[in-house]
């Protein structure tokens, strides 16, 4: 089974300072999709990025990028110029590529504390 | 995003007592799951669908049962709650399994 490591629980930056989140994860499959979710206090689970694990460039939106590392199985998000709404847990998911329809595993979550 | 919504949004019932949880999407979403949130675990499959009546168990199926006799409904029965089913449940659903999945909002359910 497909298992998702995020090794920091808690995390703190500076306002307009850049992070980044660690994640790793253990899978025997070549082919698979990697996702960042965020989950403020309001409780919802907003996604923040995608990326398939067949392209090599790394998946970007707006202030969130990734640095995929196939090789290493790993899988971090970095977050530029941190504001206030970026305070959440965040959370990395995996998903095989191959057949099925189950869903996601999560790690744990990495709680991103804003620092005004 | 998809419309998707969890009813109810709170829940406090008593040990033994059967539940069920409600999940509405209006995106003709033909995947839908299930998880829950525990502290220091992070979200965990129960149980999942791929069609109208199409269903199977995730991660913690244990105590869960699950129905979808409509594409826009999907429902989670815990026919005879306990303390351990304590949790905030999520429903999600996907236009595909690769595809995002989009989460309601989360029911919060204690179990006393």
């Known amino acids: 089974a497909q298992t998702v490591t995020q090794s920091q629980p808690e995390m703190s930056v500076q306002e307009a300072e850049t992070v980044t989140l660690s994640c790793t994860y253990d899978?025997?499959?070549?082919?698979?999709?990697l996702f960042w979710y965020k989950q403020p206090p309001s409780r919802q689970m907003i996604l923040v990025i995608r990326q398939e694990a067949y392209k090599q460039q790394n998946a970007t939106e707006n202030r969130f990028s990734v640095n995929f590392q196939k090789a290493a199985k790993s899988f971090s998000l970095k977050i530029s110029d941190s504001q206030l709404g970026d305070a959440a847990m965040y959370f990395c998911?995996?998903?095989?590529?191959?057949?099925?329809?189950?869903?996601?595993?999560f790690g744990k979550g990495t709680h991103l504390i804003i620092q005004p | 995003d998809a419309g998707i919504t969890q009813s109810p949004r709170h829940k406090v019932t008593e040990t033994g007592t059967p539940v069920t949880l409600r999940c509405h999407q209006t995106e003709n979403h033909r995947y839908m799951y299930w998880y829950r949130q525990d502290p220091g675990h992070g979200l965990r499959l129960i149980h999942y669908?791929?069609?109208?009546?199409?269903?199977d168990k995730g991660e913690v199926s244990d105590g869960y049962s699950v129905s979808r006799s409509k594409t826009e409904d999907f429902l989670l029965t815990l026919e005879s709650a306990t303390s351990s089913q304590t949790s905030v449940y999520f429903c999600?659903?996907?236009?595909?399994?690769?595809?995002?999945?989009?989460f309601g909002d989360g029911t919060r359910l204690s179990i006393l």
């Open positions: 998911a995996y998903r095989s590529a191959g057949g099925g329809a189950d869903g996601l595993t």
């Open positions: 669908s791929y069609g109208v009546k199409d269903t």
């Open positions: 999600a659903s996907a236009s595909h399994p690769n595809q995002p999945q989009h």
């Open positions: 899978t025997s499959e070549s082919d698979y999709y």
